[in-house]
């Protein structure tokens, strides 16, 4: 038996910024929110609901990265249109360019969102063995 990714856990300064860029890249729904005042997380995830093939994602509220802390790295594919369409959609609701060194050669973007964390566009998804 094997264990599948239930959910993501991303730290953020506005929980609710990232839930409208990640439910709008995603088609995702924000599912709940946990905590009162200045210390809440959303979870977002697919409107099927929980348990599903797709794991949700919870943006909890920090006020500032945590030090010594490894970031988070999502990869996205288009599912109904070209990566250079999808790419200009993610442009439009709110990513941007992320230089991290890459050569300018591969087959993915490297993107921001609205605070910084990097995940990257894929061209196509790796295909089940």
């Keep these: 038996m094997a264990c599948r990714i239930g959910e993501?856990?991303?730290?953020c300064r506005d929980p609710e910024v990232l839930a409208r860029f990640w439910c709008e890249v995603l088609d995702f729904v924000v599912l709940g929110k946990e905590?009162?005042?200045?210390?809440?997380?959303?979870?977002?995830?697919p409107r099927e609901g929980f348990g599903g093939p797709?794991?949700?994602?919870?943006?909890?509220?920090?006020?500032?990265p945590e030090p010594g802390k490894s970031r988070l790295?999502?990869?996205?594919?288009?599912t109904d249109r070209d990566q250079d369409a999808e790419l200009d959609r993610l442009l439009e609701i709110g990513a941007?360019?992320?230089?991290?060194?890459?050569?300018?050669d591969e087959?993915?973007?490297v993107l921001a969102?609205?605070?910084?964390n990097e995940f990257c566009l894929l061209r196509a998804r790796i295909p089940q063995l």
């Design 8 to 11: 993501i856990v991303l730290g």
């Design 96 to 104: 941007r360019p992320a230089d991290i060194g890459q050569t300018g």
């Design 35 to 45: 905590g009162e005042g200045d210390d809440y997380a959303l979870e977002i995830g």
């Design 113 to 116: 969102d609205p605070e910084g």
């Design 54 to 64: 797709q794991p949700t994602i919870i943006l909890s509220k920090r006020d500032e």
């Design 107 to 109: 087959n993915w973007h």
């Design 73 to 78: 790295h999502i990869d996205v594919n288009a």
